[in-house]
């Protein structure tokens, strides 16, 4: 059954034919494709050693192979070691889920109190160059392209920050001719008029480009691996600057060279093995903490969603407990990381496991660009069509107001900001 969901997500008929047609293309002439491991003219290597010591852990890591006893011994420990991590996301694991969750619980309240930070994603343009099958904005699908002008961009800048919120993380496709690193650092300095906290997701970058942009006001970085299953990484990443597997790996310590002050990074869980991502990820945070103890380290937890011209994608075996139980496994290796948990996910796991281990959570999310002001003009509930197509579904669309409420009414301190320049 795992096969034939994972042959049916890279060859889904669903996806546009324009998009079939160059995955053909491909498939059939193997020789145009670039190394998956080969760095493209312009992209900066860094020689750091994070990814051998990720990948020594990773590449013999046996789920199955621990017990009860391993999980229990694991738990006995007040400071987990990457031992200890490993039984954690263990099948064996599950079962102890219960006492994991309680400990998580006790040491996210040992670090963070009872707060939950709150923020929104601003996507101002949804162009890209890389064709990932799984993605809505693959370069070769046939959706609505749209990138905002500075005017557009400022425009829903102020209606997110007139709701009362503090943070925005912008987001664009992956595309520099469309969206490049100026344009971008142009939107972050729109965002510092309106806005305390201002994070990026957008496509890796040098070191030079990360320092432009802290200098334009972004405090952090985020960087999806998506997988670091490198033979499952080459079939969904078909073409594009995004196949170059170590380039974007080092993407979260490029930008803290570059003088960011956090990065966030993590697996699309369901595209591999997700015990191995998860293990991957956590590892990947771990050593950047290590390497860089003044860095605030962040972990998120993202499960494929299904996208436009295809609404058969679904994780692979990643069901809500399992989750959970990632989540726990991270909170107690990693205590003193943040832990993001988007929209993808339903409203009654957000709210169950902000309550357990879980330090951040986004709100009047859209996917699609150019529409929020359905999200914060009290119109929720009315549907308001993206002029730019989204790039996944999203599960939970609680307004920022909606969302404070739930939070406060679930007994915890919604927080909008915990950084102050002087």
């Known amino acids: 059954m795992k096969q034939q969901e994972n042959q049916f997500l890279i060859d889904s008929e669903a996806l546009s034919a ?40 990773v590449r013999d ?22 031992a200890d991590l490993k039984a954690m996301l263990s099948p064996a694991a599950e ?20 707060t939950v930070y709150l923020f929104t994603p601003l996507y101002i343009a949804n162009y890209c160059e890389n064709y990932c099958v799984y993605c809505g904005f693959n370069c070769y699908n046939s959706i609505r392209r749209m990138k ?26 992956e595309s520099k001719a469309n969206s490049d690193i100026t344009y971008i650092g142009e939107a972050c300095k729109l965002a510092r008029k309106y806005f ?48 170059v597997f170590p380039y974007r790996f080092d993407a979260q310590e490029r930008a803290l060279k570059g003088g ?23 590892l990947h945070m771990y050593y950047l903490q290590r390497k860089y103890p003044h860095a605030e380290i962040s972990l998120s937890c993202p499960r494929l969603r299904p996208i436009l011209n295809n609404q058969t994608i679904h994780p ?16 107690l290796f990693l205590p003193f990381a943040g832990i993001t948990v988007s929209s993808r996910e339903s409203k009654s796991f957000r709210n169950g496991i902000v309550k357990i281990c879980a330090t951040k959570i986004s709100a009047g ?34 307004s920022f107001s909606q969302m404070y409420q739930d939070m406060s009414a679930e007994g915890l301190q919604p927080v909008l900001n915990d950084y102050l320049y002087i």
Do not use: W
């Open 18 to 57: 324009k998009a079939l047609q160059k995955k053909h293309e491909l498939e059939n002439h193997p020789e145009s494709r670039t190394n998956l491991l080969a760095y493209q003219s312009g992209q900066e290597q860094i020689q750091s050693d994070i990814y051998e010591k990720v990948m020594f852990h």
């Open 260 to 282: 960011m002050r956090g990065v966030a990074g993590s697996a699309l869980l369901g595209l591999s093995d997700f015990r191995k991502d998860a293990l991957a990820t956590a």
């Open 196 to 243: 305390r906290m201002v994070g990026v997701e957008i496509y890796p970058v040098n070191t030079e480009d990360y320092a432009y942009l802290h200098a334009c006001g972004v405090d952090y970085v985020t960087v999806f691996q998506e997988t670091y299953d490198l033979e499952k990484y080459e079939q969904l990443h078909l073409a594009g600057h995004k196949r």
């Open 365 to 398: 999310v859209s996917t699609g660009i150019g529409d929020h002001e359905s999200k914060y003009i009290g119109k929720e509930n009315e549907v308001q069509e993206a002029e730019g197509d989204e790039q996944f579904e999203i599960n939970d669309n609680r």
């Open 95 to 114: 079962l102890f889920l219960e006492q994991m969750a309680e400990q998580a619980r006790i040491e996210t309240r040992k670090h963070f109190g009872n």
């Open 61 to 82: 890591y046996q789920a199955e192979a621990y017990t009860g006893l391993d999980v229990q011994r694991a738990l006995q420990h007040e400071t987990k070691s990457i």
């Open 316 to 331: 692979q075996d990643v069901h809500e407990k399992q989750l959970c139980q990632i989540l726990c496994a991270y909170r």
């Open 148 to 173: 905002l002008t500075p005017e557009q961009i400022e425009h829903e800048m102020q209606i997110i920050a007139d709701s009362g919120m503090e943070e925005i993380l912008i987001l664009t496709g």
